[in-house]
């Protein structure tokens, strides 16, 4: 009795974040408010959980939620909705053809919901236009797999990250994007240290902390650098002959090819790196056995992605390093169930549980299965070639499905002309507004997480179930629901009987099975008809489980059997050219990524007080000299401008970034800022083998924006409409922080602050000006409660944050207290924690220098003063990269 569905009060669940897969337990408290804590018996995490699974809690309450379906914005019914859509769809199908309908969906729905998706568009519309944001995600390694392997399969499983001697993250920020993985890493590290981490990114992030060698490769000098390395290993004689022989083709070609473009000094040009630095990595990978390279976006989202998941592959198969414990190359997966997509299809050029779509047999398969009149026969659309098609008015009816495209997707712009000019656009969604759904011609409402049932798959094949703690808000429904009503009412009933995802689960493992004579490694037929029971008690497992095995732990190819025609895995000659767009217009190479605390387009984590006290705004972060040349300052705005669009963002001048190069966190949306949608700059060039967009590398040029008046406020409200040219919008504790610039000033302040309070009753007004420094404070107070603070100076406001983030909940009831808020120094008489470092304990980078200069010189001694870093561990890195940087600077 490992993995009970219940705890006492609590239910066993999985976290809807990364793709960790983090087991969670999750208990509804009587006033309806969630706990959360890690579940100590799941095999991923053991019981930790990051800053992001921690404040689960904090966002999953009614705020923002949509709650009925609707039609041109006007609520309507269930029955009606479905109707419209149904018939929609019907119609252009009879009028246009079945590719004239597209389903764009995510690795953010459950594997029951994508499953029925996918037989419903590949079966029974009888198109293959359903793609997900997997495409600008995983597609690389997909493609980089299937090519080398003859199957989508990551070999190895977590435990390999522990028993590695030497790990190698290539384009991977795990410390923030995979944090209980990297803090597995850490611990492993810690009993280990002989145990070596090497990161190889053009951006120093919070993960080189760990790191005993860190490469600063230049953008997309990654197929050169494990082109140097294969040469070097075969030099070296790093070779494993045997493993060559029996199990592999086309070695040679991929040496020779390897060699052609890695001349030492060639590789050294294209990496950006030391002869001496390439050495020690080369010298490390040749000499250490247990060796993984981990990869993630830094290698996928990029025109030569495919490339560089071979060219890191070649390598293993090189060194026989593949499938044995603590060896592999290993894709870490980032969405919650982008492998569960993956397993069943769920991208345009997929069939379902690993059959290919270009194999009559397999076609044949499915479709006997299915009983599926009308399969589709080739591929569909890719993502980038989906709104294409869009725009185009090629597509007449659309779904998006549990994504948020008008941020996500590059040249956004045109993703959100596109879905405009598209008749019909059906948005299934949790959230009322997203940048997305406010283009939707009907919206439907989708039960959340914590509402929703069913499985999820993580980055080592491991299957979890999600399980519901509480109803479904208001009139939602899960996605699976959502298809299947459709489905029904366009004639496919009797395909789409499901009453329980356990109906679903079941018939998906039959069809894993089904004329599986060993050919698929993707088969869990020991779960073909499962019933509902022993479902809801599944325990997490990993694949493959065929009929009559017991779960264990799989490894893919130590004694090769790869899923190729001849069962050999396959070299692949990869070339080291990237090309890029700079021009002398837009000099400067974009990077983009990801922060700690928020999880892409804001919808869940921007709810979140805690999460937002990390980073409250967008960004952009920029090399000294580069900031020096354009005249830019620490915290001014600036224009970041490409070929296809501009943002305005606030300068974070850095040496994480080198010069020549900028990066931008791709969160932010309309709704949390005036003009932060950076995937508007981003260039929808793609991968040639795999269509997935290099959102890494986009020419742009960065330009300081003069602003003459810059204002920081704090509100209980969120205001409706803010008339600035620049705002941002944070959660605090029972508000909001506003942060504001104007291009010229505003002559009328107190009129702004009245708009921005939202202040419709009589109130205490309170101003204070300093005509000579050019600041103003407006407050607004209201039954001993402050209603919102503006502060107003002709320079970035250098008020404390968290010192007026803190008045919401300060008692305001004598009139002296209201007046030292408006004239006293902002924060004057409370230290100023700074930037928020730990977000589950709210301590600052401030409090943590005090603590060092006060004798704390390590992580543990912060924590055992502080606190910080003692809940989930998330912000390790950085009390380290704090206690250095103290420690620096008192040296100096
Ligand atoms: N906190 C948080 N965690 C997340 C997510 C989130 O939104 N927030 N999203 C999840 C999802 S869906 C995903 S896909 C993963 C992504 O996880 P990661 O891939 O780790 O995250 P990114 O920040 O997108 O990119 C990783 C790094 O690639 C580097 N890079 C850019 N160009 C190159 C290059 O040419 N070569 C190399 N070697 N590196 C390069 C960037 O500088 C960046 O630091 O994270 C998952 N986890
Ligand atoms: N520039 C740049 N762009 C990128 C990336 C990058 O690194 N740089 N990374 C790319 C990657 S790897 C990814 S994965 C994408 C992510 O990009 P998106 O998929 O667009 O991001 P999310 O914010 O996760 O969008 C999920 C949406 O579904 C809703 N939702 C959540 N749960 C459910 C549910 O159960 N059902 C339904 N129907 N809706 C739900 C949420 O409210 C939200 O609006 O971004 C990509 N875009
Ligand atoms: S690492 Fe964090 S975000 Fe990822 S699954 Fe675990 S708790 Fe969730
Ligand atoms: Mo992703």
């Known amino acids: 009795m490992q993995n009970r569905p219940k705890q006492n009060d609590e239910i066993r669940t999985t976290c809807p974040y990364c793709g960790v897969g983090c087991g969670v337990l999750a208990r509804k408290k009587t006033d309806n408010s969630i706990v959360v804590r890690g579940d100590p018996e799941h095999p991923a995490n053991f019981g930790r959980l990051c800053s992001k699974g921690s404040a689960l809690g904090e966002t999953t309450g009614y705020e923002g939620r949509l709650l009925t379906p609707s039609i041109y914005g006007e609520r309507t019914d269930w029955d009606t909705a479905l109707d419209l859509v149904a018939s929609k769809f019907s119609e252009a199908i009879a009028e246009y053809g079945p590719e004239s309908v597209a389903i764009y969906a995510a690795g953010q729905i459950l594997t029951e919901d994508y499953y029925v998706a996918n037989k419903w568009m590949k079966g029974f519309v009888g198109a293959s236009n359903i793609d997900t944001n997997s495409r600008l995600c995983m597609a690389s390694s997909v493609a980089g797999h299937r090519r080398a392997f003859g199957t989508d399969t990551v070999p190895g499983i977590y435990e390999d990250l522990e028993k590695a001697d030497l790990i190698t993250l290539v384009g991977s920020n795990l410390a ?89 000094s060639k590789v050294a040009e294209l990496t950006g790196l030391t002869q001496s630095e390439l050495a020690t990595f080369y010298d490390l990978f040749l000499t250490t056995e247990k060796a993984v390279t981990i990869y993630s976006q830094g290698v996928n989202q990029s025109c030569v992605g495919t490339d560089k998941v071979n060219s890191i592959i070649n390598c293993h198969l090189a060194t026989g390093r593949i499938g044995r414990e603590g060896m592999g190359p290993f894709s870490v997966t980032g969405q919650p169930n982008a492998m569960g997509g993956r397993e069943v299809g769920g991208l345009a050029n997929l069939l379902a ?26 591929p569909g659309l890719k993502a980038v070639d989906l709104f294409k098609a869009v725009r185009e008015g090629n597509i007449k009816a659309l779904w998006i499905m549990s994504t948020n495209p008008v941020v996500s997707m590059p040249e956004a712009d045109k993703v959100a002309e596109a879905i405009q000019a598209c008749p019909f656009v059906v948005v299934s969604e949790v959230q009322a507004k997203t940048d997305t759904s406010q283009y939707g011609h009907v919206l439907l409402p989708a039960a959340d997480w914590g509402e929703k049932d069913g499985t999820v798959t993580n980055s080592e094949r491991r299957i979890s179930r999600q399980r519901p703690f509480r109803e479904p808000m208001g009139e939602s429904k899960p996605d699976w629901w959502h298809i299947c009503e459709v489905a029904r009412r366009m004639g496919f009933a009797d395909a ?33 008809g499962i019933e509902k029971p022993a479902y809801d008690a599944l325990e997490p497992f990993q694949w493959p489980r065929k009929v009559g095995a017991e779960p264990s732990q799989t490894r893919f190819f130590a004694n090769g059997g790869f899923y190729t025609a001849d069962r050999k895995g396959r070299f692949v000659a990869v070339h080291s050219e990237a090309p890029s767009d700079r021009t002398d217009a837009r000099p400067m190479l974009l990077n983009t990524g990801r922060l700690r605390d928020q999880w892409h387009t804001m919808t869940r984590t921007g709810k979140s007080p805690r999460l937002a006290q990390h980073i409250a705004e967008p960004f952009v972060e920029i090399n000294p000299k580069d900031a020096l040349v354009l005249g830019i300052r620490e915290a001014e705005l600036v224009s970041v401008r490409s070929d296809h669009g501009d943002v305005l963002l606030r300068a974070l001048i850095t040496h994480r970034v080198k010069k020549g190069q900028v990066f931008a966190p791709f969160h932010w949306n309309e709704q949390y800022a005036s003009n932060a949608r950076v995937d508007t700059l981003v260039r929808a060039v793609t991968d040639p083998f795999s269509g997935q967009p290099a959102s890494k590398s986009t020419a742009v040029s960065v330009h300081f924006a003069r602003m003459q008046q810059f204002a920081f406020a704090i509100v209980r409200e969120k205001p409706d409409h803010i008339d600035a040219e620049y705002w941002a919008l944070a959660r605090v504790p029972d508000g909001w922080q506003v942060e504001l610039a104007f291009e010229t000033m505003k002559p009328d302040l107190a009129h702004f602050a009245h708009n921005l309070f939202g202040l419709t009753q009589s109130a205490d007004w309170l101003e204070y000006e300093d005509a000579k420094s050019g600041q103003h404070r407006h407050a607004c107070f209201q039954k001993g ?10 320079r970035p406001v250098a008020a404390s944050r968290s010192w007026a983030a803190g008045l919401l909940s300060t008692c305001f009831d004598e ?75 008192a040296a100096e």
């Open 353 to 378: 549980s690993h059959m290919e779509l270009e194999r009559e047999d397999h076609r044949a398969l499915v479709s006997e299965f299915w009983s599926a009149p009308n399969l589709t026969k080739k």
């Open 785 to 794: 409660q402050l209603v919102g603070i503006l502060f107003v100076g002709t």
């Open 815 to 889: 009139a002296k207290k209201r007046h030292l808020v408006i004239a006293g120094r902002a924060g004057q008489d409370q230290p100023d924690p700074g930037a928020i470092v730990c977000s589950c304990f709210s301590v600052g980078f401030n409090q943590i220098q005090s603590a060092v200069v006060k004798g704390c010189s390590s992580v543990k001694a912060i924590g055992d003063c502080l606190n910080a870093g003692t809940n989930c561990g998330s912000c390790k890195s950085e009390i380290q990269q704090a206690i250095d940087q103290t420690t620096r600077e």
């Open 176 to 264: 923030w994007c995979h944090p209980v993985l990297y803090q597995r890493i850490a611990a492993a590290k810690q009993a280990r240290p002989e145990m070596k981490v090497v990161l190889i990114d053009p951006r120093r992030t919070m993960t080189a902390d760990i790191c005993d060698l860190y490469l600063p490769i230049e953008p997309n000098g990654d197929v050169a650098l494990f082109n140097g390395l294969l040469d070097h290993l075969s030099l070296h004689d790093g070779l494993n002959a045997d493993y060559i022989e029996q199990h592999t083709s086309g070695f040679s070609d991929a040496l020779t090819s390897a060699i052609d473009g890695s001349s030492p």
């Open 496 to 528: 789409f009987q499901y009453e329980t995802t356990a109906e679903i689960f079941a018939e998906y493992a039959a069809l894993s099975a089904y004329g599986n004579a060993g050919d698929r490694d993707f088969d869990i037929g020991a779960l073909a």
